[in-house]
């Protein structure tokens, strides 16, 4: 049986370090931000922002800052990978795995979940905690498993989404987002969804819903200030699209969204 021993969040932690030892449970490892520097069996490893380990049981290994200062990591111990390795060859043979995810935000959520649902405890916690680790474990070995994407494909997916993480509540036009890149409309779409798996459109909307209900919740403004402040100047349009992001309508939000998990309808 899988059983979760702890959860920890290692929140740009001074002098932080771990011993070298041999541990006695699996762990995975998301870091969100900075570097952090590890000894696994001997062999020196830097983890970065975006970079996933899996450090199975029984494995030495010693943990430290990286030179270049303190970091954000989501660490996850746990006994019995067995029940989850069913078809998951990290988990399956045991060795040490590290690599940068692709959809670094939406694992980056689903950490940050697991975290908040194990140390805030309540009912059925660890049924809920094992559901979000399979589901995450699952994610993972997904992952893992695409082809690789090249640095240039990355670069060119990295400098779309920086520009709509900058300009979502602005027009956009894929022929600009083209432009970007000195590449066809077509190719800058075929790349974003290779490498961020959703169109540039798509993330533009997600990105304007999670605005819409972070303002729904806590701004004195209109339903149809929002839409106009995030770029829908048809309010019925701004409707259809929030119901179909988050399933319900910006009314319904207010009234339930703050019993919502936010990050779980993108």
């Given amino acids: 049986m899988t059983t979760?021993?702890?959860?920890?969040?290692?929140?740009f932690i001074p002098n932080w370090s771990t011993q070298s030892e041999k541990v006695d449970f699996h762990i995975m490892i998301l870091v969100v931000e900075g570097k952090v520097s590890y000894d696994i069996h001997g062999e020196e490893v830097t983890a970065d922002r975006g970079d996933f380990m899996y450090i199975p049981r029984t494995t030495r290994r010693a943990g430290r800052n990286h030179a270049s200062g303190p970091h954000q990591k989501y660490t996850v111990l746990f006994h019995g990978a067995e029940m989850i390795a069913a078809g998951i060859p990290f988990l399956e043979r045991r060795q040490f795995v590290k690599f940068n995810l692709r959809n670094f935000q939406y694992a980056h959520r689903r950490f940050e979940r697991l975290f908040e649902e194990f140390r805030n405890g309540g009912n059925y916690r660890s049924l809920i905690c094992l559901g979000i680790l399979q589901e995450t474990v699952g994610l993972l070995a997904r992952e893992m498993e695409r082809?690789?994407?090249?640095?240039?494909?990355?670069?060119?997916a990295q400098t779309i989404k920086t520009y709509l993480l900058e300009h979502y509540r602005e027009q956009i036009e894929i022929d600009q987002l083209a432009r970007l890149i000195r590449r066809s409309p077509n190719y800058a779409i075929s790349v974003f969804r290779e490498v961020l798996g959703c169109s540039p459109i798509k993330y533009m909307h997600q990105l304007r819903m999670l605005e819409a209900c972070s303002l729904l919740l806590t701004a004195d403004m209109t339903v149809s200030s929002i839409s106009s402040y995030l770029g829908y100047y048809d309010t019925s349009y701004f409707f259809r699209m929030f119901k179909k992001y988050t399933g319900m309508s910006p009314t319904e939000f207010t009234t339930h969204g703050r019993q919502i998990d936010r990050l779980q309808l993108f």
């Fill in 4 to 11: 979760i021993d702890s959860v920890h969040f290692d929140n």
């Fill in 147 to 156: 082809p690789e994407v090249t640095p240039m494909k990355m670069k060119y």
